[in-house]
């Protein structure tokens, strides 16, 4: 008996350990989009057989992440179900009949809203066989097949926006004039008074930095960088010196300094340590971009007076490492990009539906379950694949936390550069990593009969039976605003991040508490909700709730010394007008410190003129407006370009081209990209002087929904980011004043050439290079000639005639060329990188 039991023993072990991915080959392409006239796309799957054997007619699934939400399966052989989130299986009914070796089928279904690139297909694709349930195989084989037809790529039926072409893109560049380097400004973002004069300062290894006790730190960074170029350290000295390197401190307002470079020395004055740093890196600007990456004698200084301080004291980014995960040395070399262009605040978004990644010590559960992604059958041991991130916890974008040592240690990194980090906890919506990490607590602690501690930071009522479903498709990401469990919860997280931040010896004066896109539907079933109606008559709606959880939020921080800061719909209210539903600003928080990032600027949707009525209301507004501000947002529209585009295309000149005080003025591109109708405005509520007052920052944002890798991250913050810096620290430009689209050409014109000659050269090399995007070539055929073009003038051309791939020795086009035969062309940087390739044909 023992022996026939061990058999069927090794029976099982050796029937699950014949199952592997199947030998599949998979492509997706979009049918078409405006499927049936409506707002909707038909896109497909194609599945070949590329095994010797069948593939089975039932007992598996496929699974992927979709970000459209799939109405219907057209193909009879096959259904989808939604998961939860943005996860979707794929499995065969039971008319499928198996797939023959060698042969293929395609399965066919209906998504909600459009699809235009590559980033719109279906990710993170994987298999699960009935048997073995418990485990995913990653489909590697996987093919996205462009759009080419306009029924592709066109969303409906009136889109006048094709896919930009290499003649569209040489249309918009060819405005653009060049400007030699030596003509240029060689600081960025612009000081508010510069000028070059006399002869430029050699720095040698014997040069001694001279140094009030004040600035140590400060001097030390400089010392660090140049030595980095010189290859040996300067010395430093405390005595007060007129020659070498000066650092003086006098009575100046925070973050103003005065830089003064002669053939005799160097001098940066300031009246605090923030104001000496940023004299630091305009000095360190002053350097040849080809001084950065290698080791040489000397470092020839230009000569120049600057006096200068920053426009807005809040210049910010804000980093998504929820949605997928940004290593501890990503985020570090992010703060030194963003120190060397003089932005201060690191807005650090670690919590949402598809993550935690701040380590919380007395709640482990927050990174041991709500840290990690993968495939699995116990929905409390893990959260699911989301963004692509696949089966694999331990080998996705979407697993990854930092510990509290880590953060401790980004904290001092960030304060050494006088960057301020801002936490955020996801409150009450988005809030699915933590309740489900709670939930997974609850469980654990109710099965060793702990019903009290159980009970203690639990953030869903289990006795909910409300029906919701979020923006990105999640039922289940709500922290429940009517439990008391939900307030300890949050004061217990707000301890530890304060106690870090002591530790860290780092500044922290506010917390992030969220407070964007809660479902409708939700708390309506349930039974903590009407209790607590039950016990407070003022609480008339489920739309009071929200009023209710943000005071108890504002009484948390508020004993904490800190202020509260969240997303617009924290100023919002809800009410009526003729009837129907319509907002305010609410005026039971004006006046108790909150600061909202007001995203919902889109053009069209009605919402244009929100962050200046709640400016105007009392509350402290910082710019983060999707139009501009989305790094995240595509650059434009073509298939190959990364990114989302919901609410506009972003190019670099768009937030270079933002006036924070009206951004109406020069807003051109409707969120589609098309013109604008300009009677959008009819009606807006314009920024007041005393709405002015209230604006106290703009903030670049990047969603990490489509940024996996720190290459793409780089990719979407670069160049985008330094337009960014330009109009958070520089005074408002003459063209703004003017209304003069000339001197706004000029102005871009300046800039261009700036980013092209200068800073992107520099960021090839400093902290080990930035992959930032090299824009396409333009190129038009005249006269039988091909002409060509780049938007930041400054980067090479360069091209083949034979058919091959252009590389880094490729020619460089200089003149117009016979157009005989198809050209390719690339963008190429002064490290070898390269754009996407271009082709001209005959």
């Known amino acids: 008996m023992r022996l026939f039991v061990f058999l069927l023993f090794l029976v099982a072990i050796s029937s699950r350990a014949q199952l592997t991915a199947p030998s599949l080959k998979v492509s997706w392409e979009i049918v078409e989009n405006n499927h049936k006239g409506k707002t909707a796309s038909l ?11 069948a593939l089975p007619k039932s007992g598996w699934s496929l699974f992927f992440n979709n970000v459209r939400t799939i109405d219907t399966t057209v193909s009879p052989d096959f259904i989808i179900r939604h998961v939860n989130g943005d996860l979707f299986q794929l499995m065969p009914t039971a008319a499928f009949q198996g797939l023959k070796a060698g042969a293929s089928t395609t ?13 719109d297909a279906p990710a993170g694709l994987y298999w699960v066989w009935e048997q073995q349930s418990e485990r995913g195989y990653p489909l590697t084989d996987y093919t996205i097949k462009p759009s080419t037809q306009p029924r592709q790529y066109q969303r409906f039926a009136g889109d006048k926006l094709g896919l930009i072409t290499p003649e569209m893109i040489f249309n918009q560049n060819k405005a653009t004039e060049e400007i030699a380097e030596k003509e240029l400004p060689k600081i960025l973002p612009s000081p508010q008074q510069y000028r070059e004069r006399g002869g430029p300062y050699v720095i040698t290894p014997q040069t001694v930095l001279s140094v ?3 600035f140590r730190d400060e001097a030390s960074y400089l ?3 140049l030595s980095s170029m010189l290859g040996s350290p300067l010395a430093f000295s405390t005595e007060k010196q007129t020659t070498g390197i000066v650092f003086k401190q006098e009575t100046m307002p925070s973050e103003t300094y005065r830089l003064m470079v002669n053939p005799s020395g160097i001098e940066i004055t300031a009246g605090d340590r923030a104001g000496a740093f940023y004299g630091v890196q305009s000095l360190l600007a002053l350097l040849s971009p080809s001084a950065w990456g290698k080791t040489q004698s000397s470092l020839s200084v230009t000569g120049v007076e600057v006096s200068d301080q920053p426009r807005f004291g809040h210049r910010a980014i804000m980093l998504d490492v929820a949605r997928n995960f940004h290593s501890k040395a990503q985020v570090m070399k992010l703060l030194d990009l963003m120190a060397s262009y003089k932005l201060n605040v690191l807005h650090l978004h670690f919590s949402d539906d598809e993550g935690w990644r701040l380590e919380i010590p007395s709640l482990p559960e927050l990174t041991q379950i709500g840290a990690v992604r993968g495939h699995g059958t116990d929905p409390l041991k893990l959260l699911q694949p989301s963004f692509g991130s696949g089966p694999d916890a331990s080998q996705n974008a979407g697993t990854g936390y930092y510990s509290r040592q880590d953060f401790l240690e980004l904290l001092r990194y960030a304060n050494a550069r006088h960057i301020k980090v801002i936490p955020e906890i996801e409150a009450p919506g988005h809030a699915r990593a933590a309740v489900v990490a709670m939930k997974a607590r609850y469980s654990q602690k109710m099965a060793q009969g702990q019903k009290e501690e159980a009970e203690k930071y639990l953030l869903h009522d289990p006795a909910d039976r409300s029906v919701y479903r979020s923006v990105q498709s999640w039922n289940d990401n709500v922290m429940n605003v009517a439990m008391p469990s939900t307030y300890r919860f949050l004061e217990k997280v707000t301890d530890e991040i304060v106690a870090m931040y002591r530790d860290a010896n780092a500044l922290l004066e506010t917390i992030h508490y969220g407070g964007d896109e809660v479902p409708g539907g939700v708390w309506t079933q349930s039974p903590a909700v009407q209790q607590l109606r039950r016990d407070n008559p003022s609480i008339q709606s489920t739309d009071d709730l929200w009023y209710y959880f943000y005071g108890k939020v504002i009484d948390i921080a508020q004993k904490r010394g800190l202020y509260v800061y969240g997303w617009e719909e924290v100023a919002m209210r809800k009410t009526l007008l003729d009837g129907k539903n319509h907002v305010i600003p609410n005026p039971d928080f004006v006046g108790k410190g909150v600061q909202v990032d007001v995203w919902n600027n889109v053009l069209g949707w009605g919402a244009e003129d929100l962050a200046y009525r709640l400016a105007n209301a009392g509350y402290k507004v910082v710019l983060s407006c999707v139009t501009h501000q989305y790094f995240d947002m595509s650059y434009y529209k073509s298939f190959d370009e990364p990114g989302y585009y919901w609410g506009a295309y972003t190019d670099v000149d768009k937030p270079f081209s933002f006036i924070p005080y009206d951004y109406f ?23 007041t002087e005393y709405g002015k007052q209230n604006i106290v920052g703009v903030q670049g944002l990047l969603w990490s929904e489509t940024v996996n890798s720190p290459e793409r991250m780089e990719y979407m913050m670069l160049p985008k980011l330094l337009g960014m810096a330009e109009r958070a620290w520089a005074l408002s430009p003459t063209w703004v004043e003017k209304n003069d689209d000339k001197a706004y050409q000029k102005a871009w014109s300046v800039f261009a050439n700036q980013l092209g000659k200068r800073e992107l050269p520099r960021l090839d090399f400093r902290a080990g290079g930035y992959a930032y995007r090299v824009p396409t070539a333009g190129a038009v055929v005249e006269n039988d000639q091909v002409k060509a073009n780049v938007q930041l003038p400054g980067l090479t051309i360069r091209y083949t005639a034979d058919g091959t791939e252009p590389t880094a020795t490729s020619a460089v086009y200089s ?3 016979p157009v005989s035969k198809t050209i390719k062309m690339k963008v190429f940087t002064s490290n070898g990188r390269s754009s996407r390739t271009v082709e001209v044909n005959p």
Do not use: M
């Open 212 to 214: 009030p006790e004040a």
């Open 43 to 53: 896109t497909s799957f194609t599945f070949t057989n590329t095994s010797k054997k």
């Open 665 to 687: 003025k020069n807003s051109k591109e409707d969120r589609l990209g098309n013109p604008l109708d300009r009677s959008i405005f009819n009606g807006k509520e314009r920024l």
């Open 815 to 817: 003149q117009p060329l």
């Open 223 to 225: 010392g660090s960088q």
């Open 107 to 119: 399965i066919s279904f209906i998504s909600s809203a459009w699809v235009v690139n590559f980033t």
